[in-house]
Nanobody, 116 residues
Framework: QVQLVESGGGLVQPGGSLSLSCAAS????????LGWYRQAPGKQRELVAT???????NYADSVKGRFAVSRDSAKNSVDLQMNSLKPEDTALYYC??????????WGQGTQVTVSS
């Protein structure tokens, strides 16, 4: 079974940058959209960014202008570049791959902590 493996989380000071990466352990066909969610303690899971098979992107208002999502179709991977990080960006970040049909795949989550 294909799994998603995330990397790149960690601790960063406010105003800093982090890059998250998520790669599939095998081939995925009929991939539609990829992206990232996050969940902070005591809060609901929030959609952060998505990118479709055509390359169209969508962002939560709270991260527009600071985060950038990209994909590498050949590597079955999706990245999230996070700049100008704020303490409120602290959360567990999950990547997902949504096929045209069937259930989505999810990563295990990677912690991002923004603190001085």
């Amino acid at each position: 079974q294909v799994q998603l493996v995330e990397s790149g989380g960690g601790l960063v000071q406010p105003g800093g940058s982090l890059s998250l990466s998520c790669a599939a352990s095998g081939s995925i066909f009929n991939l539609n959209a990829l992206g990232w969610y996050r969940q902070a303690p005591g809060k609901q899971r929030e959609l952060v960014a998505t990118i479709t098979r055509s390359g169209s992107t969508n962002y939560a208002d709270s991260v527009k202008g600071r985060f950038a999502v990209s994909r590498d179709s050949a590597k079955n991977s999706v990245d999230l570049q996070m700049n100008s990080l704020k303490p409120e960006d602290t959360a567990l970040y999950y990547c997902f791959f949504a096929p045209l049909w069937g259930p989505s795949l999810w990563g295990q989550g990677t912690q991002v902590t923004v603190s001085s």
